[in-house]
């Protein structure tokens, strides 16, 4: 969430980082969706397309929102390992919650808890949250601090968030920065 304060009366610990390669970046990916959506070639429409995207990076700009958490250019190297591991847990995590539905309601044991953070960033807890989330039968409900509430379809999920292989490998791609 960004201060209301003008950048100069900030303090120092709370200005964005910006940079110029932030801009660039996100000229990049404008330009490569744009072009994805469109796939046209001819000069007024590639014109229009240029105009919106300057637009787009001119109103960005003015409103301060290119910085390092808006474009994380950092994590573009390491997320791919991520993803790939991620992938397995969904997978796996599917197979189970599928196998619990299979065996009906006693195998199933809902469960809520909140559990300890090590991301730094709100970032890196944002990466962590959705990664619950998008693991089968888990939910990340609520973000506060250092601490994320979890609720669980079956009570083995949380034994396993609380093993912290996930925790960690957010942890690593949040530092690796």
């Known amino acids: ?19 110029p390669s932030h801009t660039l970046y996100l000229f990049l990916s404008l330009v490569l969706f744009w ?3 469109s796939n046209y070639s001819n000069l007024l429409i590639l014109s229009l397309g240029a105009a919106s995207i300057l ?6 700009h003015r409103m301060d929102v290119i910085d390092h958490e808006s474009q994380p250019t950092h994590l573009s190297l390491k997320v791919p390992s991520y993803l790939f591991w991620l992938t397995k847990e969904i997978i796996v995590s599917n197979i189970s919650v599928v196998k ?6 006693t195998s199933i044991s809902p469960t809520l808890v909140t559990i300890d953070t090590s ?18 039968g888990t939910v990340a409900v609520d973000i506060v601090k250092n601490r ?14 609380k093993a912290g292989e996930m925790d960690r490998r957010v ?3 949040e530092n690796r920065c």
């Open 119 to 136: 991301q730094k960033t709100d970032l890196g807890k944002v990466i962590y949250a959705n990664s619950i989330t998008l693991t089968p």
């Open 148 to 161: 994320i509430t979890i609720h669980a379809l079956i009570k083995e999920n949380i034994d396993t968030l």
């Open 35 to 37: 072009w994805i959506n």
């Open 1 to 19: 969430m960004k201060d209301n304060k003008p950048l100069d009366e900030r303090p120092a610990d709370k200005k964005a980082k910006y940079s």
């Open 171 to 173: 942890t690593e791609l």
């Open 55 to 60: 637009l787009v990076l001119f109103i960005a």
């Open 100 to 105: 619990h539905i299979w065996l009906g309601n």
